[in-house]
């Protein structure tokens, strides 16, 4: 009897490393990368968009808190992803964000808010449903890695598409890539309609419908909300804060602002990749404990070891590269804290995330005009002090999640 003795092909090493063929990772990948620059483009570049919108900066930063009400609907589009589909959720979220993009081409003023708004409302749509979608099609022991393979979009927006976007805007102005990020965005539309399989589903429970009032009875449901909340609020100061300081100390123009987003891409690659590797050999809840402590402490050192543009770049990257991991190490721990309703739970932790993201930019402007960088990085550090005091306090790894309802 004859036996086979042929080893492995790459993509059968891929699958067997991701949980997911390669084909598949770079399809959400690249629609991925669309959403994640569409919504983080206007951070680096600030004051050139309130500029050509005749807004103060502290308006603007208004603008960026009613975008990010939009989480507001994040558990309604969460539960009817879990009924209708995540891949019908996707496509409609795309379109959604077609329309805000081409808005802001055409906005002027406040009028830019509702464009603003539909934005917000399309990433707070699209990326719990990919998060679901990834989730029910890998396995709980290589989730980590096939999440952030395609986190990693985040990153890569920063060091490939940001340094584009300020030469756009430096060259055209600030509305151009707007329009571009609209045109692309339809293709994403269209490719989850035409090129996305169905999911499979992997929960560790019988999936049945749950209320949402039923999960919010869960004590870690709810903390998982808050850390999701006191998180961003940290991401939102600082996505917020870099742009202005730099800016105001340094005299940075779009096109190194947008070079410095570059290299905070690279920072966030860095923590992501290591997040992948690691965090499911480290353990969900631990590798999120270790990375939330050591931002805080980078976060609160910043004002202290900044004392030229190479020092205060690189307190940058390091603090940056810590958030990320602690981003990227908390998604399969919040998909664990109620298996048979991830897209739920997935929607309700962006509704923290919107709530944070809301509070960074009108609380970063309000203390930086207060006391400056220093009172800036000392609420940013502590927005991660607490929330790694409550992972600590009330979420639960795999080994525990075996919990029913």
Do not use: C
């Amino acid at each position: 009897m004859e036996h086979s003795l042929a080893r492995p092909t790459m993509a059968e090493h891929i699958i067997n490393f991701f949980g997911l063929s390669l084909s598949l990772i770079s399809l959400v990948f690249i629609i991925r990368l669309i959403v994640d620059t569409s919504f983080r483009m206007v951070y680096p570049f600030i004051p050139q968009i309130s500029e050509g919108l005749n807004l103060s900066v502290a308006a603007f930063s208004w603008l960026l808190t009613i975008r990010s009400t939009s989480g507001l609907l994040g558990p309604v589009i969460g539960n009817l992803a879990d009924r209708v589909g995540r891949r019908n959720v996707m496509a409609t979220a795309l379109l959604i964000q077609v329309v805000g993009l081409v808005g802001m081409v055409l906005a002027k003023g406040w009028w830019s808010a509702l464009p603003m708004f539909l934005v917000g409302l399309a990433t707070n749509a699209y990326l719990p449903s990919q998060q679901a979608y990834i989730s029910d099609q890998v396995a709980y022991e290589r989730r980590g890695r096939a999440l952030a393979s395609v986190d990693i979009a985040f990153a890569i927006s920063g060091i490939a598409v940001m340094p584009l976007v300020g030469w756009m805007i430096t060259t055209w102005g600030w509305r151009v890539p707007f329009a571009m990020m609209s045109i692309l965005s339809l293709i994403a539309a269209i490719l989850i309609w035409w090129k996305l399989p169905a999911a499979g589903i992997r929960t560790q429970l019988p999936t049945r419908s749950v209320s949402m009032g039923t999960l919010l009875k869960k004590t870690n449901v709810v903390a998982s909300v808050i850390v999701a909340m006191l998180l961003f609020t940290g991401v939102g100061i600082f996505m917020t804060f870099w742009s202005i300081w730099l800016s105001a100390d340094y005299g940075l123009d779009a096109l190194g602002l947008g070079l410095t987003a570059n290299r905070v891409g690279f920072a966030e690659l860095t923590g992501a990749i290591l997040a992948g590797l690691f965090i499911d050999r480290v353990g969900k809840r631990r590798g999120s404990l270790i990375s939330l402590a050591i931002g805080a402490i980078f976060f609160g050192l910043l004002p202290e070891l900044s004392i030229s543009l190479a020092s205060s770049r690189t307190m940058l990257l390091l603090t940056v590269l810590w958030i990320e991991m602690s981003i990227v190490s908390l998604f399969p721990l919040y998909g664990e804290q109620a298996p048979e309703s991830r897209a739920t739970i997935f929607s309700l932790v962006a509704l923290g995330n919107a709530v944070g993201l809301g509070l960074g930019p009108p609380l970063t402007t309000a203390l930086w005009q207060w006391r400056g960088l220093s009172a800036v990085t000392t609420v940013g550090a502590i927005s991660m002090v607490l929330a790694f005091v409550v992972v600590w306090l009330f979420l639960h790894d795999h080994d525990e999640a075996h919990v029913s309802i």
